[in-house]
């Protein structure tokens, strides 16, 4: 077991599939790791699917499709068992060839892409579940160790000249474009990155969570490198 994922407070590590869906959140744990070294050759998977777009949802028959050599196959077999089982359980994975997202440049004082630091919102109890495959992985940091962007007094007050409406639907106009979500690192944050191949389970803000919310980040791309990534 690397050294690095199990001394990190914020990290609980388990080592089966069954143990990362029943395993809780606690105080400042709020992202749990299935650590894996995979076998298999997830870059041959990742060159041989089509990209269409910038983001391409990846069929599991896309995937059957493809004429790989043997080690493509054993990527590919682990792939789909993750698919699998993560349907079994009752979530909905997609898995997304990724060549860039969505930049967020319409304000130059906040930004409200998945680049920017920022939790996961759900009206009911859910959890985040993603692993990078191939290409760059993401990066979380410890809650103590951001500021929400909505709380620093010159984005706050660009924020309210923005809005210029009653005071009372203020907080309903942070929430409903998304601002409340984003958080900057302090001075002295310590980002940690996910790795590849392991698959995570991320706290998500719901009504019944009794841990803060992971703060995460999707990583700048590498260049020329496309991202296979399963997400839910």
């Not at 859910?126 to 909505?150: M, R």
Request: glycine share 6%.
């Amino acid at each position: 077991m690397n050294k690095k994922f199990s001394g990190n407070r914020q990290v609980g590590m388990v080592s089966t599939f069954d143990e990362l869906i029943h395993a809780e959140f606690q105080g400042a744990k709020n992202a749990i790791c299935w650590y894996r070294n995979l076998a298999g050759d997830f870059k041959e998977v990742a060159s041989k699917l089509q990209l269409k777009e910038n983001i391409t949802d990846i069929s599991i028959e896309a995937l059957l499709a493809l004429e790989l050599s043997e080690q493509g196959g054993i990527a590919r077999e682990i792939i789909l068992n993750d698919l699998k089982a993560l349907t079994d359980f009752g979530a909905l994975p997609s898995l997304n060839l990724l060549k860039s997202y969505e930049r967020d440049d319409e304000f130059d004082f906040i930004s409200t892409d998945v680049y920017s630091y920022h939790v996961d919102r759900s009206p009911i109890a859910a959890d985040t579940f993603l692993c990078t495959y191939y290409g760059a992985a993401s990066d979380i940091l410890p809650n103590s160790q951001v500021e929400q962007k909505i709380l620093v007094p010159e984005i706050r007050q660009k924020l309210i000249d923005l809005y210029d409406g009653q005071e009372t639907g203020f907080e309903n106009f942070l929430k409903e474009y998304f601002f409340d979500l984003h958080y900057q690192p302090k001075s002295d944050a310590h980002h940690f990155n996910l790795g590849v191949g392991h698959l995570w389970k991320l706290a998500v803000d719901h009504p019944e969570q009794r841990a803060l919310p992971c703060v995460h980040r999707a990583p700048v791309e590498n260049e020329g490198e496309y991202r296979l990534l399963l997400i839910c």
